[in-house]
């Protein structure tokens, strides 16, 4: 089975510019999650949808920020514009359930995406 | 603010020998507790779950719960080189209007020594 697929993989740019992120989550997963990881603050959760709808943006740093999921199959996180300090390795995750105790609600990363801001 | 708490370490243990890793965490209503693996320069990879106070044993690895001191911690026995990276202990809690958080520790590395 495919996992969770990402792109770009690295992705280098300068301040200021656009940067798009992409996401494909795992086939029959209903919840998709965006996390960002830095040394400093760790793993830290962006926001996440459950069928294609937000769930919870509290995650989001400001409101450069945006993500979308316009399909079960396809989601994007676009920052715009980019500033040095959102230099950073994002995930993306997604899961069956989005917890309650059970096995479904078991996160399955992608790739990730580093992301260096000049 | 929903907090989970490592030793970053590095934790150095040699190669045969029990490496023990451990994890407090901070919200009492919290339903699902999970060990990522994480090597350098790669996405987390998920190691062992559990939901229920005891131990969970999956081949070397043993995964203990404590809910009344809010404490999860994960054994790897018989430690080898490969072994070595980054552990991340991670906590699923409810946060409010049905929706829920997992929210993880800055993780333990662990270092085992041939």
């Known amino acids: 089975d495919a996992g969770v697929i990402q792109s770009p993989r690295h992705e280098v740019t300068e301040m200021g510019q656009e940067v798009t992120l992409r996401c494909k989550p795992i086939?029959?997963?209903?919840?998709l999650f965006w996390y960002r990881q830095t040394m400093m603050r760790g793993l830290e959760l962006l926001i996440y949808f459950n069928n294609n709808v937000p769930i919870d943006d509290s995650g989001m740093p400001e409101d450069r920020f945006s993500a979308k999921m316009p399909n079960a199959s396809f989601s994007t996180l676009k920052i715009q514009p980019s500033e040095p300090r959102d230099s950073a390795v994002y995930f993306c995750a997604s899961s069956p359930s989005p917890g309650g105790g059970f096995s479904t609600d078991t996160q399955y990363f992608g790739p990730g995406t580093r992301l260096t801001v000049l | 603010q929903k907090e989970v708490e490592q030793n970053s370490g590095p934790l150095s243990v040699p190669e045969g020998a029990i490496a023990s890793l451990n994890c407090t965490y901070s919200?009492?209503?919290?339903?699902?507790f999970f060990w990522y693996r994480q090597y350098s320069g790669k996405s987390p990879e998920l190691i062992m779950s559990?939901?229920?106070?005891g131990d969970k044993e999956d081949g070397r690895f043993t995964a203990q719960l404590n809910k009344a001191s809010q404490y999860v911690s994960l054994l790897i026995r018989d430690s080898q080189p490969s072994d070595s990276a980054t552990y991340l202990c991670?906590?699923?809690?409810?946060?409010?209007?049905?929706?829920?958080?997992?929210?993880f520790g800055k993780g333990t590395k662990l270092s085992v020594i041939p």
């Open positions: 086939s029959g997963h209903d919840y």
């Open positions: 559990i939901y229920s106070n």
């Open positions: 991670a906590v699923n809690s409810p946060s409010g209007a049905g929706s829920y958080q997992l929210t």
């Open positions: 919200d009492r209503v919290s339903q699902s």
